[in-house]
């Protein structure tokens, strides 16, 4: 897949998830978790997936990725606004300077294995 706008490759990765999000959703209903709840990085992405009418340029983006737009509006899912420098799943697609990597690394709770053995 060849994402055509920096807009265009985040509301493809987040319609991905939500697909993922619905099935991990149904798993769990019987846990009465709360709803599902989508973080993104890209405000271009959240306003096409709330606002599909404003976005003619964004016509040829495949219908499939619209399941996205899809769970919003049905409020199945919600997705919100996260900035980019507390996004962590960044963590595993960019580089950051040291002291930036260890605090991404201890928030999501990586440790390092022989620290915790000795």
Same mark, same amino acid.
């Not at 999000?21 to 209903?29: I, S, T």
């Not at 599909?52 to 509006?73: C, D, Y």
């Not at 040291?98 to 991404?104: A, H």
């Given at each position: 897949?060849? !994402?055509?706008?920096?807009?265009?490759?985040?509301?493809?990765? !987040?319609?991905?998830?939500?697909?993922?999000?619905?099935?991990?959703?149904?798993?769990?209903?019987?846990?009465?978790?709360?709803?599902?709840?989508?973080?993104?990085?890209?405000?271009? !992405?959240?306003?096409?997936?709330?606002?599909? =009418?404003?976005?003619?340029?964004?016509?040829?983006?495949?219908?499939? $990725?619209?399941?996205?737009?899809?769970?919003?509006?049905?409020?199945?899912?919600?997705?919100?606004?996260?900035?980019?420098?507390?996004? $962590?799943?960044?963590?595993?697609?960019?580089? $950051?300077?040291?002291?930036? $990597?260890?605090?991404?690394?201890?928030?999501?709770?990586?440790?390092?294995?022989? =620290?915790?053995?000795?």
């Amino acid at each position: 897949m060849v !994402a055509l706008s920096s807009c265009e490759a985040e509301y493809i990765a !987040a319609s991905e998830t939500a697909c993922q999000a619905v099935w991990l959703e149904a798993l769990m209903k019987d846990y009465k978790c709360l709803k599902n709840a989508l973080s993104v990085d890209n405000k271009s !992405a959240i306003d096409l997936a709330r606002h599909p =009418a404003s976005h003619g340029r964004r016509k040829h983006i495949e219908t499939r $990725f619209h399941f996205l737009r899809e769970q919003v509006n049905n409020e199945k899912l919600q997705i919100e606004h996260c900035r980019a420098e507390i996004q $962590f799943a960044n963590i595993l697609t960019k580089a $950051f300077k040291l002291e930036r $990597f260890r605090w991404l690394r201890d928030f999501i709770g990586i440790v390092c294995v022989n =620290a915790t053995l000795n």
